[in-house]
């Protein structure tokens, strides 16, 4: 059976078995419970993670302690703080695990050394960041034009299990709406 990162990456690039052997060394796997965070705000998002299994939340803090969905990570999904990942920066965000969660990761370190010694996983994640800033146009792009009952439809549509998986209190603040509001789009 093929490992399931190796599939993933197969989507976009093809790899031989030594390929993919070098690039799994350059992953750590981890396991991290429910309400676990991998980042907080005022750290250094120095992994990047892919979710193996479970579900993640990626949020913002506001003064008044309010939280701000910016990104769930569920199974096949990559997350971080990608300002912080890149700059090596302090983060401004924080992620947490909304479920049991096994992760592989990947330090910036070695995401630096894979590039460069493995051009294909260079053209592997241009290709995922491409997608990444289509998705997040895509959503800015929804928050502007489309009602609160026109989000949630389409991102019932986009992530049915998502529904499943999440409080709606968090779904609420990822359309950013609130939890009543929510409760009357669902009816």
């Known amino acids: 059976m093929k ?28 396991t991290k419970r429910k309400h676990q965070y991998i980042l907080q705000e005022g750290e250094t998002a120095d992994k990047e993670y892919w979710v193996v299994k479970g579900c993640l939340k990626s949020y913002y803090l506001d003064e008044n302690g309010k939280e701000h969905i910016l990104q769930f990570g569920m199974e096949n999904w990559w997350i971080t703080d990608y300002e912080s990942f890149v700059k090596q920066s302090k983060s401004k965000i924080n992620i947490d695990c909304i479920e049991d969660c096994e992760l592989l990761y990947i330090t910036f370190e070695n995401r630096e050394k894979l590039t460069r010694e493995l051009h294909k996983m260079e053209r592997f994640w241009a ?8 998705a997040l146009q895509n959503r800015i792009l929804s928050l502007l034009k489309n009602s609160s009952k026109e989000r949630y439809q389409l991102l019932l549509e986009q992530y049915p299990k998502l529904f499943q998986r999440v409080p709606k209190k968090l779904i609420a603040s990822y359309l950013g709406v609130s939890r009543e509001t929510l409760s009357r789009l669902n009816s």
């Open 3 to 30: 490992h399931p990162l190796k599939q993933h990456i197969e989507e976009i690039i093809k790899l031989t078995e030594e390929e993919f052997d070098f690039i799994l060394s350059h992953f750590e796997k981890t």
């Open 127 to 134: 290709k995922k960041s491409k997608f990444g800033r289509i």
